[in-house]
């Protein structure tokens, strides 16, 4: 559901959640000595290694050959110098010598001096390759890749190694991304406000304008980069048309320049009906900051269309001409991100097109340069009628785009979100990702916790994202997990890949709070290869960002890795979804909110049973969009897993789960668990007191007293409205039966 105004400035009387954990925080930071960290450095933190640990790295070289002088092999030599100079005071000297140097440059480069070094296997574009090899009979470490930008990553690779202490003593290291696409989503509007973001204002944007001061972004490209992230957009998807006005373009292209040393390239979302929204009235509006100017004739711009219409041929004209002007600024620029026909977008059913015929009008005019349309499948009907049991939001994305399959242009990428619903604390896997045999596709994950506590509760969403991933599709009865079909592996896609929804901003800590970076750092390790596991995830990232002490290690990893599933018992049992205020801020428990209207987040809870019936059967016939295998893993209430139950079928409170309890005594335990869980979050970060810099551990101690009475709110607010609903007590005696008449 998309919010009429900024999110960020909501006004509540009570003070809102946010303002009540601010006001811990302050007292907490307040009373922080001087050590502080402030959790700007993330994951990058090169902390300087102690002699034991710096010890194994001794005899690493001690100069540098850069082969090659792009902007971005610069880059890398600069982090490579600058983090082994931090980890472990060491100084590389530049030189043009193999001998004792890390000689870092793209493989054609490389092989000029050492022709005889040749990779296991061809290295795809953004691979690297670390080698500790001889050239010319003089010990080197050779970082390469088949472009720049895998030169960086292997850098980076490198100094994470040394970070977390890895033993590299027979250093031969080659890493393929698993995907070519690798983008983050941004949701920021001009005004400098961030739609779902909850990590400060905008770190691209203020009052309309491109910010002067880029530093942040600049910053945050290195972060992206230093976890294979190859692209960005800028702006929110709800994307305001000014954004393509000539006068804002080359604002655009200072961000394009602040990222580029970094190999992330520029990407905006679009308002489809732009065509008819600028141009001429320019002249006004976009100046009001500073007035009506005098605009020179040659640049006066050309009247807007009275049409947006995708088969139009002046539209297709007005498309390449305002494509041609953004590459004429921005010659790396990777593409745009389109939401149309949703949530009160305008889209191509204006005009009775299809999705295909607005993907494809945008992508004939990125195609001459190389670009990509991201064409997001987040179309629905929100004004549904909830009183037809066989309405089902949840149906929408496949009975969209399934039929255009095949339709749109190999530069389109069809964006489709992890579930069919919208980044809930559980959902299934959307059957879109099995619907599309000939078209490219994307996941779109949520970085951004929206539905999962917005950054005020731990939640790290990792394995979430891996269990969707590995899902297996089961088409034509054949293995194909969800992270071989986006990767346009299993149907031989010439693209496909990821999208994860970020929306940091400039709050130090990038995302509000200092371990919710997990979560785009883990977002951006399962991009590069979705077969790492949670575990491994977490923990590299725990390293990078605490450091080695053992105690601290464990106690990070285990309450990052218990998070997700502790906010689920608290907020959403059985697939029900996260029974927040889906009408207001997706935040507060709200369970009454999801129904009787038209946003289609029902669960219909009644005084007998609860449940979305999406069966074919009897209920909406959801379950009828996956392939068969999968059909037979939901239909049947036999075989139904416990978790995803009142996502596919609507039961009795007295249903008994694969678990043996009843539906109603699951709903009232996993409650009091979750509460019971998040207290415990402070008990076990306490034991950290004095292991890690003040000011982190103030921090995150005050969100997790914090967390802890809001998961008690969530309880009692669930409980009482189950308990309300149901009439059924609480076999632990903790709610009485009730009269429900
Ligand atoms: O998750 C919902 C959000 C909207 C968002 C929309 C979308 C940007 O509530 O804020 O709009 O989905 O993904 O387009």
Not at 646 to 670: K, M, W
Request: proline fraction near 6%; aromatic fraction near 10%; hydrophobic fraction near 40%.
């Amino acid at each position: 559901m998309t919010s009429q105004r900024p999110v960020a400035v909501a006004i509540t009387t009570s003070p809102s959640p946010s303002f009540v954990l601010a006001a811990i925080l302050c007292v907490a930071l307040l009373s922080s000595t001087a050590s502080a960290e402030t959790g700007a450095k993330a994951w990058l933190r090169y902390a300087p290694l102690d002699t034991q640990a710096a010890k194994q790295y001794k005899d690493f070289p001690s100069r540098i050959l850069l082969l090659g002088d792009s902007l971005v092999l610069k880059t890398a030599r600069q982090e490579l110098t600058s983090g082994l100079q931090q980890m472990l005071v060491r100084t590389l000297e530049p030189t043009s010598n193999p001998k004792d140097a890390f000689v870092l440059g793209t493989l054609k480069n490389v092989r000029t001096l050492a022709p005889s070094l040749q990779p296991s296997q061809p290295l795809k574009a953004d691979a690297f390759w670390l080698r500790a090899t001889r050239i010319r009979g003089a010990p080197c470490i050779v970082i390469t890749g088949i472009n720049d930008r895998g030169v960086l990553y292997g850098v980076f690779t490198l100094l994470s190694k040394i970070a977390r202490h890895e033993n590299i003593a027979s250093l031969d290291d080659l890493q393929q991304p698993y995907a070519p696409i690798r983008w983050i989503n941004q949701w920021d509007n001009l005004d400098g406000s961030i739609e779902r973001g909850y990590g400060g204002p905008s770190i691209f944007f203020e009052a309309g304008k491109a910010r002067a001061d880029l530093t942040r972004a600049a910053q945050y490209a290195r972060l992206l980069a230093s976890v294979g992230i190859n692209a960005c957009t800028v702006n929110n998807v709800n994307a305001a048309p000014q954004v393509l006005e000539d006068d804002f373009i080359p604002q655009l292209a200072r961000i394009a320049e602040a990222f580029r040393p970094w190999g992330v390239q520029l990407s905006i979302s679009v308002d489809l009906s732009s065509p008819t929204k600028i141009g001429k009235a320019h002249v006004g509006a976009t100046r009001v900051e500073t007035g009506p100017q005098p605009v020179p004739p040659a640049r006066r711009a050309a009247e807007p269309l009275t049409t947006f219409d995708p088969l139009d041929p002046q539209v297709a004209a007005w498309w390449r001409k305002k494509l041609d002007e953004i590459y004429r600024h921005i010659p790396d620029f990777a593409g745009v991100v389109i939401k149309a026909d949703s949530e009160g977008r305008s889209g191509p059913s204006a005009y009775g097109r299809t999705h295909a015929d607005a993907a494809n009008v945008v992508a004939r005019a990125l195609k001459p340069h190389g670009g990509i349309v991201f064409y997001r499948a987040f179309v629905y009907n929100h004004h549904l009628d909830w009183r037809n049991l066989k309405n089902d939001r949840a149906k929408a994305a496949y009975d969209n785009f399934h039929p255009l399959d095949g339709q749109f242009d190999d530069n389109v990428i069809v964006q489709i979100k992890n579930g069919p619903i919208d980044f809930q604390v559980r959902e299934p896997v959307s059957p879109l990702f099995a619907g599309l045999h000939h078209t490219n596709e994307a996941i779109e994950l949520q970085i951004t916790q929206e539905y999962t506590g917005q950054q005020k509760h731990l939640c790290f969403l990792v394995p979430m994202w891996k269990e969707v991933l590995d899902f297996d599709m089961r088409i034509d009865d054949q293995h194909t997990p969800v992270k071989e079909l986006v990767s346009g592996r299993t149907l031989h896609r010439p693209q496909g890949g990821f999208a994860g929804v970020a929306n940091v901003g400039m709050d130090a800590n990038w995302l509000g709070s200092p371990l919710a970076t997990a979560n785009l750092y883990g977002f951006g390790r399962l991009a590069w290869n979705p077969n790492l596991a949670s575990e491994t995830i977490a923990d590299e990232w725990t390293r990078l960002t605490f450091g080695a002490d053992p105690l601290v290690v464990e106690t990070v990893n285990n309450l990052q890795l218990n998070s997700w599933r502790v906010y689920e018992n608290y907020t959403g049992p059985l697939g029900a979804g996260t029974l927040t205020n889906i009408t207001g801020n997706h935040y507060d428990p709200a369970p009454e909110s999801s129904e009787n209207n038209g946003w289609g987040q029902w669960h219909r809870a009644d005084h007998e049973a609860i449940g979305m019936d999406r069966t074919i059967a009897t209920g909406t016939g959801f379950i009828a969009q996956y392939p068969p295998a999968v059909q037979k893993l939901y239909e049947p209430l036999a075989n139904c897993p416990d978790n995803l139950l009142l996502f596919f079928h609507h039961v009795p409170y007295t249903h008994t789960l694969h678990s043996g309890e009843t539906v109603i005594q699951h709903i009232y335990d996993s409650h009091y668990l979750g509460a019971e869980q998040a207290k415990g979050f402070i008990s076990a970060w306490k034991k950290l007191d004095g292991r890690i810099d003040e000011e982190r551990y103030r921090d995150i101690l005050a969100r997790f007293e914090f967390q802890a009475l809001e998961a008690e709110k969530w309880r009692e607010t669930i409980c009482n409205w189950i308990n309300q609903l149901s009439g059924l007590p609480d076999q632990r005696g903790r709610f009485p039966a009730k009269d429900r008449n």
